[in-house]
């Protein structure tokens, strides 16, 4: 365990919530920040609360509308009909909010900055990334470096996830003893739906098959 406090970028997805628990392990102390950013089902706000404080972490929720209104997205424009797949001749689909990761990253370096923190964790994948360009490896590298060169620090970003598929998160999730609550309580659908969510959207069936593969291994 490292004897430092770590703060968590917390959504209260799937994801991020394994991130949580998997830093309670290694760190000594754990702190978590929410972003509140135009998106259309902010349950997932009220939801990340909830499992902080069950996790018994210290957590605060930021309000950043403007990267909701920067770009043209399903996930913060109710009017548009979210994509099942990327379309034919662009290289994301329309749920990828631009720079969002980029500016949540950056945020989160300052809060954690002004309160004596280094190490933040973040859930992104290469794996999983379902074409979203700032959940590379190469992304958060770059990112890492600049935080140190833009604020003189020694930040460090920690993506416990970034080489695992959904099944392998499900299992680091079982290992940590958070199955069922990352099953029940987490909001991963862009839907907006809990636990299970509708079945249907890309998250939901991302999260779906990665838990029957790793069921099936058992």
Sequence with gaps: MINETALVVFSGGQDST???????REFKDVCALSFRYGQKHEREVELAGDIARRAGVEWEALDLPLVGTLGHNALTDASMVMD???PEGQVCPNTFVPGRNLFFLSVAAVWARERGIRHIVTGVSQTDFS???DCRDAFIKSLNVTLDLAMDAQFVLHTPLMWLDKAQTWALADELGVLD????????CYNGIPGDGCGHCPACKLRREGLEKYLLSL
């Design 131 to 133: 074409g979203y360009p």
């Design 18 to 24: 394994t991130c949580l628990f998997w830093a309670k």
């Design 181 to 188: 609550l990352v099953r029940r309580d987490t909001l991963t």
């Design 84 to 86: 099942e797949r990327v």
